[in-house]
């Protein structure tokens, strides 16, 4: 019988080790991918976790039994096998990593030719199929394999999306969570006028201070400690993958992703005339504001960063954003970094001399949102059409883009439901009124505990 490997998710791939993702299975699937997507050559790396060096090299295996050529840069963040897939102009890019999942997961992340994402809809269920199967086509020669070394290359373009002259001496704490970011940190150090103030910063994939997942308010408060007792400009932290970036301001206080996006938006729009900018759902009347007061066009696509890669491309848009701390570059290949948001935040402090706090104070008053709430829920279709049948009645919009959007004047909603649990995630926000966004969330949240 073909075995059903559980370890395939809707974006990439996720499993605990041995259980789920082991050497012989992630053969399989570097066999998959080979024959799938026929790249010709792959560039491949891995994270910091302590199975991922020996996953990788299965991984090389089984490609190079497929007659793939690789291209090897070692350790690596997420982004940097998006760099190298473009830089090198190869046939795909594949990452190992499990990101900020527990400490005994690991997986993988995969790309095609310039850095094109490779999801349930584009390609990862034939993968998947492929390696349930385990039967793969004969070929006449196994694929060569060679190392590179493109950090330096890596880094110059990290460099490039800013005026270095313009930057100003800052302090920046920076929190890599013993994931991958520090190592970034350190060779963009030399080319920047920045002290950084180094928290968790060396790789370490026992994880000793916990998984690094910013995301999580409980993850906060180291970050938010060194920053009070620093004296720094402002605060950064990352996932393991370091693809996500979340900002702190002087006072230790998290900044929400979604006014990152405006600002970034604002910033591009104001630097490069008339652009479009993509954002997804959940959050979106500061981003739009923003966007059109510019002079620009705000396009909304579905959440999911092949959903939003597909939309910028399709657009050709110049950055795309996400309140969940993803960041997309038109000059990326379209991808997300964890690096360029924070470069672009510290040359715009320098460039309108305000603070973190100041640039985003304004946007927050205007447009208050809850931040992204989850909970657990039995039967979130069931609770999403209870949801949209009770609050329809004199709503100005409702829409189905991403889960449930419904909007009135002065206050909206989004709620979605997660792809791999029962679980669903709201957001709201109001033109202006933090009260009324506080009273309308604990009245969802009533609805939905209820």
Sequence with gaps: MQETLACFKAYDVRGQVPE?????????????YAEAIRPGNVVVG??????????????????????????????????????????????????????????????????REASKPISGDSGLREIQHLAERNVFEATAKRGGYQTADLLGDYVAHLLSYVDITSLKPLRIVCNAGNGGAGRVIDALEPHLPFTFITQNHEADGHFPNGVPNPLLVENRSPTTALLQSSNADFG??????????????????????????????????????????????????????????????????????????????????????????????????????????????????????????????????????????????????????????????????IAHVDGLSIEFDDWRFNLRSSNTEPVVRLNVETRGDVEKMKQKTEELLRFIDG
């Design 236 to 397: 950064i932290a990352w996932d393991g993958d370091f693809d996500r970036c979340f900002f702190f301001d002087a006072a230790g206080n998290f900044i929400e992703g979604y006014y990152i996006v405006g600002l970034l938006a604002g910033a591009f729009i104001e630097k490069n005339g008339p652009q479009r900018v993509v954002h997804d759902p959940r959050l979106t009347w500061n981003t739009i504001a923003v966007v059109e007061g510019a002079g620009g066009e705000a396009v909304q696509s579905k959440t999911g960063h092949a959903f939003i890669k597909e939309k910028m491309r399709e657009a050709d848009a110049i950055y795309g954003g996400e309140m969940s701390a993803h960041h997309y570059f038109r000059d990326f290949a379209y991808c997300d970094s964890g690096m360029i948001p924070w470069l672009l935040v510290a040359e715009l402090m320098a460039q309108r001399n305000q603070s973190l706090a100041e640039m985003i104070a304004a946007r927050a008053a205007m447009f208050p949102c809850s931040g992204e709430i989850n909970r657990k829920v039995e039967d979130p279709r069931a609770l999403m059409r209870a949801v949209e049948a009770y609050y329809a009645q004199g709503c100005t919009h």
């Design 20 to 32: 789920q993702l082991n050497e012989d299975i992630v053969r399989r699937i570097g066999r998959a």
């Design 46 to 111: 891995h994270d910091i976790r302590l199975t991922s060096e020996s996953l990788k090299q299965a991984l090389i295996d089984g490609l190079r039994e497929q007659g793939v050529d690789v291209t090897d840069i070692g350790l690596c963040g997420t982004e940097e096998i998006y760099f190298a897939t473009a830089h090198l102009g190869v046939g795909g890019g594949i990452v190992v990593t499990a990101s900020h999942n527990p400490k005994d997961y690991n997986g993988l992340k995969f790309v």
